[in-house]
């Protein structure tokens, strides 16, 4: 799961342009054959630079078996596109055929009305093979209104050469992160870690580490503002009050990545979306110095949340069987097995893993076991929206603005404004 990556002015009016080629274009995605033909406007949600050059080629080999369709590929900013998509649904006018939807997205569309249901249709063929986490994200109301193309989770990125350098492992716990800060610190001058500070999703590992969640949709309660919510914020306070942490309040992908990738800081919290990113920098000209481990476990253990995107086909699609077909082919075993070799992306078919792609990955491999075990988000219409308000807490209590005990309860009182009839 890409977070908030900054798009380049291009991208942006690439986006733009969408809303003149989207699905009013006038096809019903069939010839007198029977052959596949017309549009399909497709927002890709992934990062500009290198994912999306790898997306773009695959949806390229879907227009080569298809030599009738044209795939309008389309790049939107990962932070502008769950509502541009909205706001295009809800008009009738320049919403995609086909959109990179982030897992907590899917339900909250469905639930809206703006996707198609898939069941039955070819976008899921041979949809056993997918595993059972990547598919909870993808169901609503007992319908299927995704594929999931990509399961993640999170890890620790590591300079191997500073830690190294300074004596210390990766660490398994909290502690362990604090005496390896002080050392790396006192031996190199470089800052232990950087704990990007503008986006909530970077502090759910800490919370699960707590033994605390946002809420509890079974009982339909609000947990973030439980004891085990104001520990979570006093960690991660506390790792920036005494020094093992630098963050940030703004810009944080771009400041947390330069960052690590110039060497100013030894680790930073990650997933498997910021590989190829990471290893264009300065300090991994030779790959084999980054290192990945598991998250820090809390007082209550390990935890890491559970991420990924699911492609969706828009309900006012006028090219529906196209857009099925589309998805179907980049969500493949063979799709999925190309963006794990080039891009170290998890797949979320079983039998991609057997591919040599995957299986010559070491990030691949290092990733699945810590995705098998990651801890499953919401999957509620309100999903995607319980992020605002922690953001802006999380923020305010690794900037000194306000205390972990007034940052949960801030928390939890917007939640239950937001989850109407929750406890």
Same mark, same amino acid.
Request: proline letters at 4%; a negative charge; glycine letters at 10%.
């Given at each position: 799961? #890409?977070?908030?990556?900054?798009?380049?002015?291009?991208?942006?009016?690439?986006?733009?342009?969408?809303?003149?080629?989207?699905?009013?274009?006038?096809?019903?995605?069939?010839?007198?054959?029977?052959?596949?033909?017309?549009?399909?406007?497709?927002?890709?949600?992934?990062?500009?630079?290198?994912?999306?050059?790898?997306?773009?080629?695959?949806?390229?080999?879907?227009?080569?078996?298809?030599?009738?369709?044209? %795939?309008?590929?389309?790049?939107?900013? $990962?932070?502008?596109? /769950?509502?541009?998509?909205?706001?295009?649904?809800?008009?009738?006018?320049?919403?995609?055929?086909?959109?990179?939807?982030?897992?907590?997205?899917?339900?909250?569309?469905?639930?809206?009305?703006?996707? @198609?249901?898939?069941?039955?249709?070819?976008?899921?063929?041979?949809?056993?093979?997918?595993?059972?986490?990547?598919?909870?994200?993808?169901? !609503?109301?007992?319908?299927?209104?995704?594929?999931?193309?990509?399961?993640?989770?999170?890890?620790?990125?590591?300079?191997?050469?500073?830690?190294?350098?300074?004596?210390?492992?990766?660490?398994?716990?909290?502690?362990?992160?604090?005496?390896? @800060?002080?050392?790396?610190?006192?031996?190199?001058?470089?800052?232990?870690?950087?704990?990007?500070?503008?986006?909530?999703?970077?502090?759910?590992?800490?919370?699960?580490?707590?033994?605390?969640?946002?809420?509890?949709?079974?009982?339909?309660?609000?947990?973030?503002?439980?004891?085990?919510?104001?520990?979570? $914020?006093? @960690?991660?306070?506390?790792?920036?009050?005494?020094?093992?942490?630098?963050?940030?309040?703004?810009?944080?992908?771009?400041?947390?990545? /330069?960052?690590?990738?110039?060497?100013?800081?030894?680790?930073?919290?990650?997933?498997?979306?910021?590989?190829?990113?990471?290893?264009?920098?300065?300090?991994?000209?030779?790959?084999?110095?980054?290192?990945?481990?598991? %998250?820090?476990?809390?007082?209550?253990? /390990?935890?890491?949340? /559970?991420?990924?995107?699911?492609?969706?086909?828009?309900?006012?699609?006028?090219?529906?069987?196209? =857009?099925?077909?589309?998805?179907?082919?980049?969500?493949?075993?063979?799709?999925?097995?190309?963006?794990?070799?080039?891009?170290?992306?998890?797949?979320? #078919?079983?039998?991609?893993?057997?591919?040599?792609?995957?299986?010559?990955?070491?990030?691949?491999? $290092? &990733?699945?076991?810590?995705?098998?075990?990651?801890?499953? #988000?919401?999957?509620?219409?309100?999903?995607? =929206?319980? &992020? @605002?308000?922690?953001?802006?807490?999380?923020?305010?209590?690794?900037?000194?603005?306000?205390?972990?005990?007034?940052?949960?309860?801030?928390?939890?009182?917007? !939640? #239950?404004?937001?989850?109407?009839?929750?406890?």
């Amino acid at each position: 799961m #890409r977070r908030g990556i900054t798009a380049t002015a291009l991208v942006a009016a690439l986006a733009l342009a969408a809303t003149a080629c989207g699905s009013d274009d006038k096809s019903d995605g069939g010839s007198s054959s029977g052959e596949l033909s017309g549009t399909v406007t497709w927002w890709d949600t992934s990062s500009v630079g290198s994912e999306d050059k790898v997306f773009k080629k695959l949806a390229e080999g879907f227009e080569k078996k298809h030599p009738k369709v044209d %795939v309008k590929y389309v790049n939107v900013p $990962f932070g502008d596109a /769950q509502n541009k998509f909205k706001n295009a649904a809800q008009a009738g006018d320049g919403a995609p055929d086909v959109i990179r939807s982030e897992v907590a997205w899917t339900p909250d569309f469905a639930n809206l009305g703006y996707l @198609a249901p898939l069941d039955g249709t070819a976008a899921l063929k041979n949809q056993d093979d997918f595993l059972d986490q990547a598919v909870a994200s993808t169901k !609503y109301d007992d319908k299927t209104y995704a594929v999931p193309q990509v399961i993640d989770s999170m890890g620790v990125f590591y300079n191997k050469k500073l830690l190294a350098d300074a004596g210390v492992e990766a660490p398994t716990d909290l502690g362990e992160l604090k005496s390896a @800060a002080k050392k790396i610190k006192d031996k190199t001058g470089k800052t232990g870690l950087y704990l990007r500070g503008d986006d909530p999703y970077y502090f759910l590992s800490f919370l699960y580490g707590e033994g605390g969640d946002l809420v509890d949709a079974g009982s339909k309660t609000v947990t973030v503002d439980k004891p085990e919510g104001v520990k979570a $914020f006093t @960690a991660v306070k506390e790792l920036v009050d005494d020094g093992t942490a630098k963050t940030d309040a703004s810009d944080g992908w771009e400041n947390m990545m /330069q960052a690590f990738k110039n060497g100013d800081v030894a680790m930073m919290i990650n997933g498997p979306w910021a590989v190829a990113d990471t290893l264009t920098g300065s300090e991994f000209t030779d790959k084999a110095n980054l290192g990945i481990a598991t %998250v820090p476990a809390g007082s209550a253990g /390990q935890g890491a949340p /559970q991420g990924g995107h699911n492609l969706a086909v828009y309900a006012g699609s006028k090219n529906l069987d196209a =857009s099925y077909a589309f998805v179907e082919y980049m969500t493949s075993v063979e799709s999925q097995a190309t963006a794990a070799g080039e891009l170290n992306l998890l797949p979320t #078919r079983t039998s991609a893993y057997a591919k040599k792609e995957a299986v010559n990955s070491e990030i691949v491999g $290092f &990733f699945k076991p810590v995705v098998e075990t990651a801890v499953e #988000r919401p999957w509620i219409p309100e999903g995607g =929206s319980l &992020f @605002a308000p922690l953001g802006i807490e999380y923020t305010k209590v690794l900037t000194g603005q306000t205390t972990p005990e007034k940052a949960a309860k801030a928390t939890g009182d917007s !939640y #239950r404004k937001l989850l109407k009839d929750w406890k």
